[in-house]
Structures are given as structure tokens and as C-alpha cells.
């Protein structure tokens, strides 16, 4: 809500320096200067000096969505401050961080888009000529070249994408509002391909509460030893890592599985060094010290996992009770409810059925007796024993699993994860002596292996039974989508046309074919993204994503690597220039974010845009609520409103925790969201992530599993002409990139660095300081080179998502591979070899 | 003696260096351009986030440096003009941007580098309306400037910038001589260093190991 404030009791800011002056000259003579007292005084004397504040959502996707205070003074916000949690009274949830409070230049400084813009005649794409246009003309340029593809390639031609850059429900990326304008002229929606392995190997085992699920963070504090693998909570994460430091003051035990020293690492009670991508293996080695021990937690394979279930070695699926001759039930379920940060697209819950029918086929499993019985019916499900069906031998899901770990004894492991033996062996007992925490990040997703290493580590808790009550969990969880929410607000109407995976778009391109099909695109619109310095391989992306786009569209409200190759700019307006609603939120909270100022210039809100561009396309009428009309169409469901949650009350309350419970804790009960309602460990019918017409070996797929990712390992294709693994971070000047044209924050920041231990640096006669150019075969990216024996021998890390301009030659994102494994469809960040070398031009 | 002892604790335990207490302070005081009150170091390797050692046996810790607001400022006794006083009732270390005569003194007696800066010409900023807190001074050509623990924002009762709110509650403000303060509850069993103790300056700013 919004607030006057009288910063100080009433005075001008040259008054305050006024009588700064004279008490400080009158008080001299004493040797003293302006008192407290003597200030307060003055300060009761001078007229008010009016400042508003407003409740300001900051929403970029580092998903803290800090609550701000939006200081306002003559029309202008001056400054973004803290703003306290209403959920969170104790003060608990309050935050803020460099970013946060240098809004100021984001909104005024010279990067912003001012008005609607187009690549001047005759020049190229990317050569920055731009001819500044009305927004008529704009949109009459758009949608005239959106008709005509339409006429010449078919509907689909216009395609839609994001990034991750505003998680709002109405302007940003949890908004059902592009769907109803992109559904109702029957455009392709591209969906972006990130952080999508951790989910998927995670979710297969325990099922969908939500893409990145774990322990709320004020949670942490109730574990006895927290494993983070692969998270710079510390850069990445700023908000989450008071909760880690309060557990450790609390006693538990940090360790922190990660190949580079960290901030984070730095403060852990045990570092453990890893090789990157070697995280399955590690936690497969782990699990081997669990099993050789008998240390396993036998009572919760039996009755919370796919343990007993009797897996057919000809089908490799469960033998299930029809097998037997026992004929299925079919029961009615209720579907259960979508979260907010699903990338889906809205439409697809248009006319969609309320409940679902679910057949009922019991696993088999071997009794005590010895005899084979459904799972309902057995009183001892065994974990170990075979069974003979008509002649197809079956296993118990754990023997197989067990077969699977028992190839990874720590002697073995030591070698693969570079982790001795003995570190192995501790980390199990750690992992016994409950409960744990283990947070995922996004180290070991960005590399092809990244479903599997994710996949062991939730196997883990199957064997430990660590999970779902308090101080016991296994998941992502920096990131999290509200439940309950409604998508089908007025004028949304089902997809034509199926999603298509970022990572499919550059062959879609090269062919014009989709899964075998002609598939012609056109025109892309991108919106709340930056795709050039944020997805992978820029270079193809480049030529053959936009070079083969007739109308390339962006809309952002400064200027990007990815604006500089459009066609069109449309002039965005900032997050603290329009109102909107967040529902994706690392506090777990729905969270109202107050218009505290007018768009500057002639930006719009992506809202006013998306109904300029359905007018232009013939449906003017489309979008015709207010933008409050459609927040309440999103809040206002039964589900939510049984907890009392209502856009009003939103609205008024500026947060509100979207669970009954705090803190919450998924996987209570061990009531998981499978089929059986067991953590199935062993996933009888994997799944990919995304369909784009892709083969996958299924009998890899049904249990965890270590192999080599595509790229970033000794020996791998490239190894002969690439000797050094490049990894990334999200560094804390940044979020991707977003801030990284802020001012402020390049004092600090001023330019792209590489960091290098040493000795890889001097091998290569590289000195501390020097620019150097990092390339491979996609492309290079020329940075200063920076001493650091924080970073893994045979490794370097860059802080990601400088800006092509502020690079001497190349970007980062040029050197990243868009291979993907077949079941994850995931940007694998870190998958790349390089090399580097001195760079002496210019 | 001051009425109060206002000091600053700063727990390298808990200190990630992200710099939002830097930014605070830089927005907050309407800083002009390349100007930074208040820093933060990496103890460690030779560059920012760089551990010392040799991998994998690392460590690493940061600490934040401003004005250490000493008990014995050394630049108080060399200030020609007393434009640089230890104000009595706080304690806060403050420099009367009216009476400095700009000679720089003060700068090279304080032993802490870095945390006074001075405007050689006319102060430059990254926007063009001032930003911050309407109280903050304005800027000056020829002074030299530092931290004032928000002189401006403590005079209202309220803490200073870079103390709302620290992400990785790192931070602790207030009157030591309080036992009831945040900073004594804080301190309280915990071991602190100063920088430089042997320069006899008897500095404000506790750091918590």
C-alpha cells in the first residue's frame, strides 16, 4: 500500500545543508559540530519534503521477488529500499541486495528504450541503425508482416518466446495474457529450454508439485548436516544464504560439493572438490557405502518406494497384477493443480476435464511366504528375490538398482570424481546420520548427464527415507511457483499448435520442418528475455534462428545483445512502471507490486502492448478487462480462496503465503505424487522433458545411471584440440542480464572476466591481468584473464551475460553447445571445452 | 568521552561480499561517480573472490572497509581547520565539508587507505537527478568525503544505509555502551579483530572471526 512519507520531520534538502552549515560554523568555536539534538531541531522547522513510497515487487528470475520500498520524489524514484514481509513478521523473509538497490539506473539510465524503433533501410540486421517510428507504425509494420507470413507460410509461421526476465502474472512470464493474444491468431510458442534436467530427474522419482521443490528455507536450521551440490547460493541465491548461516549457527554441518571454491564453499564446514559432471557417480558411490554397510533404511524402501515392486526383465516394466491374470480397476481422480511457473502454454487447460480416469493394475511384489502377491495384499514386501514368470525372470526394483550401485565403490568412485575414497565414505555416514537437507543446483544440470545426477541424488533419499518432514529433504527449491492459480482468464482459447523447444528452433529453421513435417517459421516476438547472450550457441542462433526470420520482434525496456538483431524495438516499460502480480517466489508468497511512477518515455506495459498488437491483428475486443479484472481472474479460484487468498486481499496485504502450513515441506507424510504414491526410483516408463521427435534409450533411463556428458571430460571427441572445461557462474552483479548495463554496479564490476588457476593461466603464458581470448569451435569471447586459485585446475569459470559491447571481441554464450540429452531437452551451460590464448588486438 | 559509543560489528562469518552494503551506501549518499565510502575486500588471494592457498586447501574471508570511526582518529589531530571532528555525542567521526580546506591531511594520516576520498573536480554523477536520502549532503569540489554512518539518517533515529539490511545479516549498529544494543548482544561470546590494531586508533568497526 501506498504511503506519504515525510522522510524527515519536514525539511528541504538545501535546507538541511543550510543549517548543517550554520550549526556546524557556530559550533566550531567549541570544537564540535552539529549535534543529533541540534539536527532534530532543525529539522522540526522546515516545510515537508514529500515522498511517497510505494510497494515494489523486484521480479527478476534470481526468484528471490524481494519486497521494495519505491522512493518517490518529484515524479522520479530516487531510491529502492528494503520493505518488510507482512507474512513473515519475525523479519525473517526481509531482504534486498546490490541489485535490488540500484534500480535507479535500470529505469534512468541511457540504456532504456524510448520509443518503437526500426532497423533503418538498407542497413543489415545487428548493424545498430535505427530509425525511430511511431508506435502506429509499429504495430502496423508488425501485424501487416505477421498477415502476409500468415497468407504465404500458414498460421503457425508467427512464433512467440521468452526469457526469464519479469515473473509477473500479467506483463511477465507467469502471464496467461500472451497466450490469449498468440493462441487466438494460432502462433507457435517456443519454450525455453532451461533448468529443466533437475526437474526431470528429480520429478520421475517422487512426482510434479511443482517444477523445483525442496524444504523451505527456514527449514535448513532443523537439519543436521545440509549438502549443497553444485549451488553459488552465495552469488546466485543472495537471499537464501542468511538461512543457511542461521542453520550453521544452529549446528548443522555444511558441506558443499562443488568444483570451484565459492563463496558458499569458503564457509562450509567440509568443501568437497568434485570433477565437474561427476556428481551422479558420487552420490551412486555414496549410496554403495549405504548398501555395503546395510546401513540402508529397510522399513522405507518397503512402504514409501518402488523397492519390492518385481521388475520383468523382457519389457523392463513392473510385473504388474493383470500380468497375473487380475483384471484392473478404472477409478475417477481428481487432476491436480498446475503451478504458476510452468512454461506451458495457459491454453492448454481450455475445456480441460476437471477429473481423469485412472486404472488401477497393482504392482506385484514377493511376500515373506514367498509367494507373489499384489502390493495391496502383501504383509512383508520383500526388497531382494527373484521370481520366475512363465519363464521371464523378474527382479525386485532394488536388486536392479542395487546392481547399479554396487559398480561404484568409493575406490572406484575416487577416480571418476576425483574425491578420495575415505571423503566418500564420510559423506555417506553424513547422509545416514539424519536428517539432511541436500539442495541441488544448477551445477550438475547443465551438463548432458544432469538428469541422472539429480535422479541419484533423490534415489539417495529412497534409501536414507530422509525426506518429507523437517530438516529431511532432496530437491532445487531456490525457485518456486505458486499452486492454485487460473490460466484461463477471459478470451483464452486452446493452442493450435503444439510448443516447441528453443533447442528444436535452430533446425526448424534450417529446414522448415518440425518431427518431419513442413513447418515453416517466420517471425519470432520475444518478450521478457534476452535469447542472443542468454541461451547457447549465439552463432547459430544468430544465423540461423534470426537470419531466417523475415520479422524478427523484440520488446524490452533497454537495449540488449538481442535487440540489436531485431527488426522491430517496442519501448517496454520497467517493472515499478505498471502494476502486476507475482506469483513465482523464492518466499513462497503471491505478491502485489504497486505502479509507482509513469512509463517513462513512450514505453508500455507488455499488457498494453500485447493489446495494441491484437487490435492491429483484427481483434480489438480481445483484451478489454483491466489488468486488475484479470489478476482477480488469475487469484480468484476455489483452491485459493479456501485458504483465504484473494486478489483483493493480495492486494492489500502486499504478500500472502500461498501454503496452509509454514513452513512448508513437500513430500509430507511421504505422500508422493507417482503413480503408486512411492518414490519409484526405478521409472518404469520414462519420459522426455519435451517432445521434439527425439529416439532415447529407455533401459538407461530407468535408474540412475553415470555416463560421461557430451563434451566436458578428459578424453571426449573434442579433447584433442580443447583441454579446459568452462564453467560458468551467476555472479552477483547480475541476474543473467539483466543490471548489466547498471552504472553503479560496473564501478564495481567494470568489465568480463575469465578466472584461471594459475597454473592453467601460466602453462599457457598467460599473466594475471592480461586480455585473453577463450575459443572453441562454435566461436570466442576475449575477456581479462584473472588469478584464481579458487578454480579447479583444468577449469575456468566466467561470471556470465556481460553484454557484446562490453566485450572486446565475441560473448560467452557463443561458446556453449546446444547438444542436449534426448530426455532432459536441457541447455547443458557447462558442457563445453575451450581453450585460450593471449589476445594483443584491440 | 562521547555520550555514546556507536560502533559498527561486521561478522566475516556470515560476509559473502556481495556488496549490497556497498550500494546501499553509494545510492543512499548520492555518491558520485567512481566514489565508494565503504568496500569490500577479499582476505585471501590477490584478486577479489580469490581464496589464499593452493587448490584445493583454500580459504577465503572478506571484510567491508569504511571510515573506522576510531576512539583515536588520526585524522583529527592533523586537520588544520577542524573540518574533521569525533563528534561528542555519537562518537561518529565527521568531516564539515564547509571548513575543509581540501589540504588532504587527513588522508594520509588515516591508516585505513582507501576510505576517504577526495573530490578533485566538480562531483560527477551516473544520473542526472540526485538519488538517496533528500538529508545526504550534497557533494563538494576539494573536499574530501568518508563514511558519516549516515549521519543524516541516524540523526532521524533510523540506522545507516548499509545497515538496512544487510542479505546475509552480517551487520550489526549501535552503542556498545548499551548492553541492551544489538551490537553488545552480538558481541557478546564472540572473538572480533580490528584492521590495523597496532596503529593504536582504537577503531569503531568490530570485525566478528
Redesign the interface.
Known sequence: MTELKS??PG???RG??KA??AV??AS?LA???A???A??EE?ASGQP?E?TIYCGICRGNCSGTCKLNLHV??N?I?????RSFNSFPDGSV?????RG??H??NI??PNRVQYPMKRAEGTERGAGQWERISWEEAIKIITDEWKRIQQEYGEQAIAYTRGSGNLGAISGVASPMYNVFFNKINASMIKIARDQANTRGINRVVGNLGDWVLNDPSDFKNSKTMFVWGANI??AQ??D??HV??A?DAGTKLVVIDPI?T??A??ADM?V?VKPATDAALALSMMYVMVDEDAVNKPFLRDHTCAPFLVRSDTGKFLRMSDLGVEPEVIEVEIGMVSAASSDNKGAQVGKAKTTKKIIDHPAVLDADGTVKSLVEATDPQLNGAYDFNGVPCSTAYDLLVEDIMQYPPEKAQDICDVPAETIVELAHLALDGPCIHRLGWGSNSYTNGVHAAHANITMAALTGQIGYSGAGTGVGDFKACWGINAVVKGMTAAKYPMISALALPEIMRTDKWKGQDYPIRSLYVYAGNPVSNQVNTNEYINDVIGNMDLYVVADYCFTDTTKYADIILPAAHWFEQQELVPISATQCFLHSEKAIDPLYESKSDFEILKLLAAGMGYPDLIDLTEDDYMSQVVDTPALGALGITYEKVKENEDMYWYPEKPWIPWKNAEFRTDSGRMEFYVENPTVQFDVGQTFDEDREHLPRYFNPTEAYEGSPTWDKYKLILLSERP??RVHSMWSDN???R??DPEPTI?M?PADAEARGIA?GDYVEVYNDRGHCVAKA????????GCMVYPKSWQSHQHKAGCWSELLTSEYDPVGVNESYFDNLVEVRVWNEE | MADKKLVMLVDTKRCIACNSCAVACKIENNLPKNIWWNRIMTVGGGNLDSPEGEYPNLKMHNVTVACQHCENPACVKVCPVGATYKDPETGVVRQDYDKCIGCRMCMSACPYTGVRSFNWEEPKYSLAHAVGDADAPEHQKHVVEKCTFCYQRISKGETPACMDLCPARARHWGDLDDPNSDVSRAIAGRSYEHLLDEKGTKPGVYYLV
Open positions: 522522510p524527515k525539511i528541504s534538502r538541511f545543508l548543517t552549515a556546524a560554523g566550531a570544537g564540535g559540530g549535534s543529533l539534538t539536527l532534530a529539522y519534503d515522498e520524489r518529484d522520479k530516487v531510491k529502492t529500499s528494503k526481509d531482504r534486498i541486495c546490490l538497490l540500484s535507479v539506473y534512468y539510465g552465495t552469488d543472495i537471499h544464504w542468511h548461516a542461521d550453521q571454491m563463496q558458499l569458503a564457509r568443501w572438490p552477483r552483479f552504472a553503479y554496479l564501478e564495481l578466472k588457476n594475471d584473472v588469478y584464481n586459485n579458487g578454480i579447479r585446475p
